[in-house]
């Protein structure tokens, strides 16, 4: 991973590159990152900031999203994870937003890059 994790504070992560820090889902997209929810009972869940930025919208910060936990309902710690493409994760899954009738419905697939 080109960057590096600073906390601001106890519920925000910021990635900081070489120039601007990583703060939206359009910048996220750019650098084909992967955007990471994990709760504290253990749940983690992967999303393309693709997907997640054509439902929510490229200006959206990655931070604010809100995901529930289907175990436990706890608050969900937000992290952008870049992908090397010459190194892609073997077993991961990704799940997809999609909006159908204006509601957000989730779909489970293959990390394929």
């Known amino acids: 991973m080109t ?7 106890l519920s925000k992560i910021t990635i900081l590159m070489a120039h601007d820090p990583i703060d ?15 709760c504290s ?7 393309r900031s693709t ?5 929510y919208g490229g200006g ?6 809100k995901f529930d936990c289907s175990r ?4 969900v710690r ?3 994870i870049e992908v090397d493409p010459e190194h ?3 077993r991961l899954m990704i799940h997809k937003p999609m909006k159908i009738d204006g509601k957000i419905h989730w779909h489970t697939e293959r990390f394929r890059g």
């Open 3 to 9: 960057g590096l994790l600073v906390p601001n504070d």
């Open 24 to 38: 939206t889902l359009g910048k996220a997209t750019r650098h084909n990152m992967l955007v990471k929810a994990e």
């Open 41 to 47: 009972c253990g749940n983690v869940r992967y999303r």
């Open 51 to 55: 997907d997640l930025m054509m439902v």
């Open 60 to 65: 959206v910060d990655a931070q604010s999203l």
């Open 72 to 75: 436990c309902k706890p608050t």
């Open 78 to 80: 937000i992290t952008l």
């Open 88 to 90: 892609l994760p073997k």
